[in-house]
């Protein structure tokens, strides 16, 4: 069983800098930065620390999570981001739940046993109200979906077919595996602060990204 992991940045020197030095290599059979155009030195420091760099010609979460896909070739893909809000050890976590056969596995930031130090109010009632209408439309299960740090059977994301081209590549991810009937096993975890850098959710915007989507999945049902 291969994984690569990829490690998604925009102009995230302070998170790199302590988070990545707790990432071990051998973790995983690669670990893959996907930059989208950083200034302030994350690229720099990426391969001083001697991780691999993918440049991303465009910009958005998810087409960072295609660029890298489309470039590489495993059998599991992980997603994982080092502003301090992922928790490195999880990524052992998640690769051991796919070891015993889970396809498709994630972190939960509001799962019974989770907790999140990052989530002001305004985005704790927006995760729920956005997982609610998810669970609710397209039956889905889910505890949280609009975290990003998973692992996912290649086979998998590549028949999800996705298409979103930002933050809201997480949302998508779910409500397609519940299309799908493609169980996602939820791990309920810890969210540490962001640490440095400018946090790229900005409420509005994100908000009617996620709510067209919705709208959009559930009027064009096939994929």
Not at 25 to 34: G, L, Q, T, Y
Not at 98 to 126: C, P, T, W
């Amino acid at each position: 069983m291969s994984v690569i992991v990829f490690v998604l940045t925009l102009d995230e020197i302070d998170g790199v800098s302590q988070i990545m030095p707790q990432v071990k290599k051998e973790w995983a059979d690669r670990i893959i930065f996907v930059d989208g155009g950083s200034t302030d030195g994350t690229v720099e420091k990426a391969k001083e620390l001697g991780f691999e760099v993918i440049h991303q010609k465009n910009k958005g979460e998810g087409n960072a999570c295609r660029v890298g896909t489309d470039a590489t070739d495993s059998d599991y893909v992980m997603f994982f981001s080092p502003d301090g809000n992922d928790v490195p050890e999880d990524i052992l976590r998640l690769i051991q739940k796919s070891k015993e056969g889970h396809d498709v596995v994630h972190i939960s930031r509001f799962g019974k046993n989770s907790q999140s130090d990052d989530a002001n109010m305004l985005e704790y009632f927006g995760n729920k109200m956005f997982t609610f209408l998810v669970n609710t439309f397209f039956g889905g299960n889910y505890t949280d979906a609009l975290n990003g740090f998973r692992i996912i059977k290649r086979d998998i994301w590549n028949e999800l077919r996705t298409d979103a081209q930002h933050l809201d590549i997480e949302q998508q991810t779910c409500i397609r595996c519940a299309k799908r009937k493609i169980p996602i096993y939820q791990i309920d975890g810890r969210e540490p602060a962001r640490i440095g850098g400018e946090r790229i959710m900005r409420p509005l915007t994100t908000g009617s990204q996620l709510s067209y989507q919705i709208i959009k999945e559930f009027i064009f049902w096939d994929f």
